[in-house]
Structure formats: structure tokens, C-alpha cells
């Protein structure tokens, strides 16, 4: 799997480093540093730390993303969601 944090985005909350420290930790107060090519044994909490970033600064590529399964879990992810 493959993640991009958009680092113009990210507003330091550390939701991520706290869900996946594995994958994501703070250098200082505020500098964001992750793992881009995390190992597939951090999907699930990979998953659950895209789902809990309040400015949504990351995204997964690759077959079965966590941030898609996060985003539906979440009700945004189908345009039949919420019916």
C-alpha cells in the first residue's frame, strides 16, 4: 500500500500518529513523518487513522485502500450512502 499525506494539509493533530505509530510520528511539535510504502500488516490501523484525520490530509493507493473503506464506513464513500 502506498500513502500520500498532503502535507499542506495536515494541521498537526496527530490523530494518524497516535492510531498507527508504526506508519506516522511527529519530529518536533508539529513536522509530520510517515512511512509512504507501509507494510500490509498496518492496513487496519492504517485505515482507521485516515478516518480519524479531521482535514482528511491522507490518502491510500493500491488494491482495497484503507481510505476507501474508511471513507464508507464513514457514509461519504457512496453516492447511495445516507438513503
Do not use: W
Amino acid at each position: 500500500m502506498r500513502l500520500v499525506v498532503d502535507l499542506n494539509r495536515c494541521q498537526g493533530y496527530a490523530q494518524c500518529a497516535f492510531l498507527a505509530p508504526e506508519v506516522f510520528f511527529l519530529s518536533g511539535e508539529e513536522s509530520l513523518v510517515y512511512d509512504p510504502h507501509a507494510d500490509e500488516e498496518q492496513r487496519g490501523k492504517v485505515a482507521r487513522a485516515v478516518a480519524a484525520c479531521p482535514v482528511r490530509a491522507i490518502t491510500v493507493d493500491g488494491p482495497g485502500a484503507a481510505d476507501r473503506s474508511a471513507t464508507t464506513a464513514r457514509g461519504q464513500g457512496s453516492p447511495h450512502a445516507g438513503r
